[in-house]
């Protein structure tokens, strides 16, 4: 990774955060949709290989057939 990828990285982290108030108090959280879709797009526009599909599978935001997560 390059310093623009963690510049990137770090812009999208701070678009898609919002707070919450948890038991503990209030903290911030990132709004996994929206910031999946973001990160998503950047990757491919990166890497026109990049498999989409794939990499949401081995986050855990997808499940395979059989309901596992696919690495």
């Known amino acids: 990774m390059t310093k ?9 982290i701070s678009k898609h955060r919002t707070m919450a108030n948890l038991r503990r108090g209030v903290t911030f959280v990132i709004k996994k949709g929206d910031f999946m879709n ?28 059989e309901g596992n997560l696919e690495y």
Do not use: H
């Open 38 to 65: 973001d990160l998503c797009d950047y990757l491919q526009e990166d890497n026109p290989k990049f498999d989409e599909v794939k990499f949401r599978l081995a986050t855990g935001e997808i499940l395979n057939q």
């Open 4 to 12: 623009k990828d963690y510049i990137k990285l770090a812009e999208l």
